[in-house]
T-cell receptor, first 110, second 114 residues
Framework: ETGVTQTPRHLVMGMTNKKSLKCEQH?????MYWYKQSAKKPLELMFV???????ENNSVPSRFSPECPNSSHLFLHLHTLQPEDSALYLC?????????FGPGTRLTVL | SQKIEQNSEALNIQEGKTATLTCNYT??????LQWYRQDPGRGPVFLLL?????KEKRKERLKVTFDTTLKQSLFHITASQPADSATYLC?????????????FGGGTRVLVKP
């Protein structure tokens, strides 16, 4: 275990639903990340928070809304998603150069 | 455009042999390159980092080389074991002071047969 936890591990939602993904780390890291991993595609960086301030938004659609209330918690709020948003969503954290990943949330949008 | 390429074909190798994976990139000038291991259904796990001024790095049975002229990194698993079977990802930084912004390659799957 890397010390980064994510909940839920699996999520099925309709296109009109609103849901949130949660990520938590108590490693003392000061940066947190959201990545999307689709089948047959490389990991895509979505958002970066450093010291609770968003420092990267990689042209992600507004139906994905991140929130970082403190250095230990990161959320990804989802609303009116599309079927092509189905993927593994990974959270990571770092203090130095290496990143520690959580196990991911497998999201299916019907 | 910026590109990171890893061999998308799976690498099948006999136990005990050395597995060699390549990571090629274009239009990057990374300060460092990282290698991660990912097992099915799990998040990537950090293995090694090599900086632009380093030619080679080792960790137990793993060895990484970095050639900034060729824009290539090689990742070697020596004396491979079935437990080494996984997908291996390379990642380059777009380093800024606030957060390390990594761009990942597509990964190469390694299957070590007993």
């Amino acid at each position: 275990e890397t010390g980064v936890t994510q909940t839920p591990r699996h999520l099925v939602m309709g296109m009109t639903n609103k849901k949130s993904l949660k990520c938590e780390q108590h490693l003392g890291h000061n940066a947190m990340y959201w990545y999307k991993q689709s089948a047959k595609k490389p990991l895509e960086l979505m958002f970066v928070y450093s010291l609770e301030e968003r420092v990267e938004n990689n042209s992600v659609p507004s139906r994905f809304s991140p929130e970082c209330p403190n250095s230990s918690h990161l959320f990804l709020h989802l609303h009116t998603l599309q079927p092509e948003d189905s993927a593994l969503y990974l959270c990571a954290s770092s203090l130095g150069d290496e990143q520690f990943f959580g196990p991911g949330t497998r999201l299916t949008v019907l | 455009s910026q590109k990171i390429e890893q061999n998308s074909e799976a690498l099948n190798i006999q136990e005990g042999k050395t597995a060699t994976l390549t990571c090629n990139y274009t239009n990057y000038s990374p300060a460092y390159l990282q290698w991660y291991r990912q097992d099915p259904g799990r998040g990537p796990v950090f293995l090694l980092l090599i900086r632009e001024n380093e030619k080679e790095k080792r960790k137990e049975r793993l060895k990484v080389t970095f050639d900034t002229t060729l824009k290539q990194s090689l990742f070697h698993i020596t004396a491979s074991q079935p437990a080494d079977s996984a997908t291996y990802l390379c990642a380059l930084d777009r380093f800024k002071a606030a957060g390390n912004k990594l761009t990942f390659g597509g990964g190469t799957r390694v299957l070590v047969k007993p």
